[in-house]
């Protein structure tokens, strides 16, 4: 929520989640990717004096139907076999090992106001146990991208869980803050390998559902993070922060075990020479979902390193100002979605001129009034429900989701999400009584969630095929940044130089982020995914909105293309 390039840095880095989309994303190669480069090549012999019959002739080719045997791409295979039981397990499956990372990652909310007391850690101190996290991700992203091509996803998805559940346990036996750091910065760059669990699932989701089938994602990702907030509330309190962190790591031990049932990637499997090992895939996506098997032998569409584009084809003429804006909204969602989860943890602790003294329990019948806000305060029930509200947020927007970016349009979705947080950032630092104020996180962390599953979307949908996976990558990337930067505002910002301003901050980063994303040049809905760079061409898609409406196709044609060459 694929086939990447081994050597490419940016198109290796995934799909969180994010779910998958809360910590990067794969390269995800859909049926239009063959397509187009077969689209491509036609129109390059057209544009060189080639007649027109090369367009059919390329779609011929892609269609497998040859003199000899019939043959088929892993993409028509998905497309007629549709959506069934097949992609309903492998849903399953991945999300409840998306779940086991999300507990990973919410742990950190609570991991670092827990050693701020046990250790006597500093904000700089607690805000680098953060950050480390999202490091490690950034740097392991390649790594186990360039490995998942070569050694197939389930198996690296298997290792990375492995690796995950390991130094997490590890993690719990740490006898420093350098120990700790150096785990937890190896917890986060094997959550970057776990993303090949979304780059499997959208291998073999039909073109129609992919959209509702991240959103669907997404409540796994919801669910660990509300488990981890309960574990936290009974755990803590009574056994400490090691047995915390030992126990958010066992699930990933028992879910592995579901590991067997998950099918290994056909793309994967034609790329490294195994034909009948693909072909038993199909056949099994046809047997799970009832369909009648394909007939033929499957074959990989020819996509080669030059036909992926570059980094430098982001900056197309035609795609500049929608990269560049796009960076921008990646980074600023990554920053607010991780900034209200820290916030949440010990936003009645910093705002305590709102909420007056904190009352910290230390035994049974016994509280200490806690009157400096830099002093150690252990996290209190409140701040546990505060928690768990707004992370049921993550659920309650999904409907609003569903129901907006269609109706109102992708860029409509995510302005109204960006305009919402930086709405309720604002309103939390208001003193009004605690029910409200978790009301407020509450709204703040479903828009936050809200706008990571459109962007997600929108992005996949923008870009041509040639530069697709490059131009989500680098978002992806970019992400990763606001994840790193946002710990110094919630963790160091907020508590050690002023409340007020680390609010600002968020709510200037909202605001600016849902006047991008009215500023886009392109909306996606109900638009043809594009092939090629230049079909972000202004003419050209005033040529498409012509062509859908099915009135004046010829006369419009003409005008626009006489535009182009008088230009």
Not at 441 to 466: D, K, S
Not at 495 to 521: E, G, K, N, Q, R
């Amino acid at each position: 929520m694929t086939d990447s390039g081994a050597g490419s840095f940016f198109s290796s880095v995934p799909q969180s989640s994010s779910s998958a989309a809360r910590y990067g994303f794969d390269d995800i190669l859909t049926e239009d990717d063959a397509r187009g480069l077969l689209s491509d090549a036609a129109d390059r012999d057209i544009g060189s004096g080639a007649d027109s019959k090369a367009t059919a002739s390329a779609s011929s080719d892609f269609d497998g139907i040859g003199d000899g045997e019939e043959t088929y791409t892993v993409e028509q295979a998905v497309e007629k076999l549709g959506f069934g039981r097949f992609q309903l397990r492998i849903l399953f499956i991945c999300g409840i090992m998306t779940a086991a990372d999300a507990m990973e990652m919410l742990l950190l909310s609570v991991l670092g106001p827990a050693l701020r007391c046990d250790w006597q850690l500093s904000s700089a101190q607690v805000a680098i146990i953060t950050t480390v996290v999202f490091a490690g991700m950034f740097g392991g992203a390649p790594a186990w991208g360039a490995v998942s091509d070569k050694h197939g996803r389930r198996g690296v998805f298997g290792l990375s869980l492995s690796l995950i559940a390991y130094f997490g346990l590890l993690c719990s036996f740490s006898p420093s803050f350098f120990w700790l750091v150096s785990l937890r910065g190896m917890v986060g760059f094997c959550i970057s390998g776990a993303t090949s669990s979304f780059t499997l699932l959208s291998e073999y989701l039909p073109q129609t559902y992919r959209a509702k089938v991240l959103i669907a994602y997404n409540v796994f990702w919801g669910l660990g993070s509300s488990f981890e907030v309960l574990l936290a509330y009974m755990v803590l309190p009574n056994l400490g922060w090691r047995y915390l962190t030992a126990f958010s790591a066992l699930p990933l031990f028992i879910f592995m075990l579901a590991l067997g049932f998950l099918p290994e990637s056909a793309r994967y499997l034609l790329a490294s020479g195994q034909p009948k090992k693909a072909a038993a895939v199909i056949d099994q996506i046809a047997r799970d979902n009832r369909k009648p098997p394909m007939t033929g032998r499957p074959v990989a569409a020819s996509v080669t390193e030059a036909d992926r584009g570059t980094l430098l084809s982001l900056f197309h003429p035609n795609y500049r100002r929608t990269t560049l804006t796009l960076f921008f909204m990646w980074f600023g969602v990554a920053f607010l979605y991780y900034g209200i989860v820290l916030i949440s943890t010990e936003i009645f602790h910093f705002h305590s001129d709102c909420y007056g003294s904190s009352e910290v329990t230390v035994g049974h019948n016994t509280t200490e009034i806690v009157t400096d806000e830099s002093c150690c305060r252990s996290l209190q029930p409140d701040d546990y429900k505060a928690m768990l509200i707004s992370s049921f947020g993550e659920f309650v927007i999904i409907p609003f989701n569903l129901i907006t970016i269609d109706a109102l349009g992708r860029r409509w979705t995510m302005a109204i999400n960006y305009g919402l947080t930086s709405v309720f950032f604002g309103l939390t630092y208001i003193c009004v009584p605690k029910a409200v104020t978790t009301a407020f996180l509450f709204m703040i962390r479903a828009h936050a969630a809200g706008i990571f599953n459109t962007i997600y979307i929108y992005t996949v949908e923008v870009y041509p095929t040639v530069v697709r996976s490059v131009g989500l990558g680098v978002c992806s990337s970019i992400a990763r940044l606001g994840s790193m930067s946002t710990p110094f505002v919630a963790q160091v910002l907020m508590p050690d130089v002023s409340v007020l301003l680390a609010f600002c901050v968020y709510v200037t980063v909202a605001v600016a982020c849902a006047v991008l994303a009215l500023l886009l040049p392109i909306e996606t809905r109900g638009r043809a995914m594009p092939q090629g760079l230049a079909e972000a061409d202004p003419d050209i898609v005033a040529f498409r909105a012509d062509s859908v409406d099915g009135e004046g196709r010829g006369a419009t044609a003409e005008i626009r293309m006489q535009g182009r060459s008088e230009n």
